[in-house]
């Protein structure tokens, strides 16, 4: 038989051993465990079809005479009564468990959920013996764990965040001893926390492999996050008929609290002595990440449905604690390598020194990326730091031979033995290839660990006579085994090999830069590429104005007035974040490619939005402000959109000024997407201010202060005309650390 995603499952009735149990299709074993009872039925009318045998022990009823019999008939009248007005109630069954129905004189938990049989649903009913505290609710649920959650809250750190989960689950449950169980990225597992009876060999630090659980069971884990086995020595009770009257196909009992588990599975905990145990699920993005795994040695041990609930309120919010956590700890760990990249890279552009050596000096990329030694091979030159070999000649030509642009080894002479010969001191390296056989590569030392396991991890099976047959069962020695690791580095982890990938995307512009014969000076590259002069179209008068900074020190604002092929004119003023020659030539690729999507004939929005995707793509670490008009000179009609920038003012004829009502989307490289467009009609007399907000924001001006004072020198014009080098002189503050720029386009009167 078949999973759907294609996994092959044995087929049912084959044998199973551990050469085979992968496939085992534990999801419809066919039974159950016997502590409660089974029945699928029809809806609305609530007709039984499939039953497990031990309806007669727990309900006095034999499963032929359950079979093709209304519910009613089996649990008795206001039982089904009670069933059949809930399931009409509610939708999400799963979620308001258990609901508390008398039968046969006796208090039973009904747990319900629906599946699919062949093109039709049945609800399954499944009933245990009720016990607990009642009733059974949510607030109940959380009060019974809230001081539980308070402390996890309160934890410190990881270590302390496992060991109180443990502890309260144990109390919770009564278990004798409980785990928190975390898996690595092959699902080889390690207890991590644990809380057990005094008498108890303990557990802690103990690793089991992957094959523990296989494929299979975690998936199952993923869908249904508690699983009880109350009597690990129990004799399933069989579901009868138990197969699809349409496909032939076994029950689905993937949500079902009574399912029968892997006899192989049985055997393992019976080999660990385990009498009962339960499991709960740590989830994290709903993949699995941990188990809280319960084990009872003294006998069989069965918690009520009301405690399993609330362990299982437990371990999610165990769950989310973690995940914010880790969240945490992935955030922190970006910044701190943001922050390296943006050191490096800001050596990388010193063109007093070669490149290799910029990358090895002061910060370095060991600070972006940890290891025992880096080697950086750029026009020529050879640089080092750390640990590295005498002689990196033939480690910097494997590296120019490779295919891959990142590539990644742990094993080296494993891996690649012949060039593990010529470094020998190398167990890992993390390359980047870069153009014309120029490369980083970071170099790691092996680390000899010693791993301890719960029992011998490669004797996955021992031959045990059974009579005439010798067959394969799970090991039986769980004692400590320690293995020691050899041959081998410290992993390269994905935020590491990703802050590499974007140090590499970063450095072939750098080279870029440096392949230039010469630079010409930060300001002359922003004067290049502010327009030579400005249209004057009949009827309309534009002006601009560029200022650097105090100091000379040149920026990221630009001004562009253009008329377009179709006889409109396009207005733009910019601004991209920084100084320098880096924020010069960013503003020269925004500028370009702004012109570029204006000449297409896209509207403001849609060529802001495609901008906005040229910067995130091609300038991950750039971010810069537009505000774009496009005006019809015959009608006055305006176009108007901007992404992260200050509105503009709109000159009404007589001479009052006021801000433009426009909505303003994201800066270009935040993923501004297509920004919404503000449409207006200016009429004659009437006109447009576009500026950076260098004009009106500073240390010492407030954002409010400085657009009055820019109205101040709009309003109450009457007509007269303005002189825009008056307006900079006086709007600006002088202390300003940012450029100014403005553009003025008026309307004339008629």
């Not at 066919?30 to 045998?53: K, N, Y």
């Not at 309900?59 to 399931?87: K, Q, T």
């Not at 009060?143 to 996890?152: C, F, H, L, M």
């Not at 009992?253 to 588990?261: C, W, Y």
Request: proline share 7%.
């Amino acid at each position: 038989m078949a999973e759907a995603d294609g996994t092959t499952f044995l087929a049912p009735g084959e044998p199973v051993d551990l050469d085979n149990c992968a496939r085992e299709p534990i999801h419809v074993p066919g039974s159950i465990q016997p502590r409660g009872v089974f029945l699928a039925v029809t809806e609305p009318d609530l007709v039984v079809r499939h039953a497990s045998q031990n309806v007669l022990e727990l309900l006095g009823h034999p499963v032929d005479d359950v079979l093709g019999h209304p519910l009613e008939r089996v649990l008795g009248e206001d039982a089904a009564g009670a069933i059949s007005h809930h399931v009409r109630t509610w939708g999400n069954l799963r979620a308001r468990n258990p609901l508390l129905v008398t039968v046969g004189g006796a208090e039973t938990d009904v747990v319900l959920h629906r599946i699919l049989s062949g093109d039709s649903t049945l609800l399954v009913v499944e009933l245990e013996t009720a016990s607990g505290p009642r009733p059974f609710s949510f607030p109940n649920t959380y009060q019974a764990v809230r001081g539980a959650v308070e402390k996890i809250n309160r934890a410190q750190d990881l270590a302390e965040l496992y060991e109180i989960t443990a502890r309260e689950v144990r109390t919770l449950t009564g278990f004798d001893r409980v785990m928190i169980y975390r898996f690595d990225e092959e699902y080889n597992g390690e207890v991590v926390a644990e809380a057990k009876r005094p008498d108890l060999n303990p557990f802690l630090g103990l690793h089991y492999p992957a094959s523990d659980i296989p494929p299979q069971a975690r998936a199952l884990y993923e869908k249904n996050w508690v699983r009880l086995i109350s009597d690990v020595g129990y004799t399933p009770s069989r579901i009868v008929p138990g197969l699809d009257e349409s496909t032939g196909l076994p029950l689905d009992l993937t949500h079902s609290i009574l399912r029968s588990v892997s006899p192989i599975h049985l055997e393992y905990l019976g080999n660990m002595g385990v009498a009962a145990s339960m499991s709960l699920s740590l989830l994290r993005d709903g993949r699995l990440w941990g188990l809280i795994a319960c084990h009872h040695y003294s006998g069989p041990h069965v918690p009520p449905f009301g405690v399993r609930a609330a362990a299982e309120f437990l371990g999610s919010s165990l769950s989310l604690r973690l995940v914010a956590r880790v969240e945490e700890d992935e955030l922190e760990a970006r910044i701190r390598a943001t922050r390296t990249l943006a050191a490096l890279l800001a050596a990388s552009r010193d063109q007093d020194r070669a490149l290799a050596s910029a990358l090895v000096t002061g910060v370095s990329v060991l600070d972006l990326v940890p290891a025992q030694g880096a080697v950086v091979s750029s026009d020529g030159v050879v640089d080092s730091v750390g640990r590295v070999p005498a002689d990196p000649t033939a480690l910097l030509a494997w590296v120019a031979e490779q295919d891959a642009e990142v590539v990644v080894r742990d094993a080296l002479a494993e891996q690649e033995p012949a060039l593990a010969a010529a470094v020998p001191e190398v167990a890992g390296l993390l390359a980047l290839r870069l153009p014309e056989g120029q490369s980083v590569v970071w170099l790691r030392h092996e680390a000899v660990r010693n791993v301890d396991w719960g029992g011998d991890p490669h004797n996955k099976a021992i031959a045990t006579q059974e009579g005439d047959d010798v067959r394969l069962s799970p090991r039986k020695s769980f004692a400590l085994w320690r293995e020691t690791v050899r041959g081998r580095s410290e992993a390269w982890t994905e935020p590491q090999v990703r802050s590499a990938e974007e140090l590499r995307a970063r450095l072939l512009e750098v080279l870029l830069e440096r392949s230039r014969l010469q630079v010409r000076a930060a300001e002359t590259v922003q004067r290049s590429l502010l327009p030579a002069s400005v249209p004057d179209p009949e009827g309309w008068s534009v002006h601009a104005r560029y200022e650097p900074a105090a100091g000379g020190r040149v920026g990221g604002d630009w001004y562009d007035a253009l008329e377009l092929p179709d006889g409109r004119l396009a207005v733009v003023v910019g601004d991209v974040a920084g100084h320098g020659l880096s924020a010069a030539a960013a503003m020269g690729q925004v500028r370009n490619a702004l012109r570029a999507y204006l000449l297409r004939g896209d509207s403001p929005a849609q060529a802001i939005a495609s901008v906005d995707q040229v910067v995130r793509w091609t300038m991950p670490f750039e971010m810069a402000t537009v505000v774009l008009a496009l005006v019809d000179l015959a009608t006055g009609e305006v176009e108007l959109s901007a992404a992260g920038h200050p509105r503009p003012l709109l000159l009404a004829p007589g001479g009052e000024a006021v801000l433009l009502e426009a909505s303003v989307d994201r800066p270009l490289g935040a993923g501004s997407g297509e920004p919404p467009t503000t449409t207006l009609t200016l009429p004659p007399g009437g006109g447009l201010v576009l500026y950076s907000d260098g004009l009106v924001d500073s240390r010492e001006t407030t954002l409010r202060d400085g657009l009055q004072r820019l109205r101040g020198q709009f309003d109450g014009t009457d007509g007269h005309p303005v002189d825009i080098d008056d307006v900079l002189r006086e709007c600006r503050d002088p202390a300003s650390v940012d450029d100014v720029t403005l553009l003025l386009l008026c309307r004339d009167a008629d």
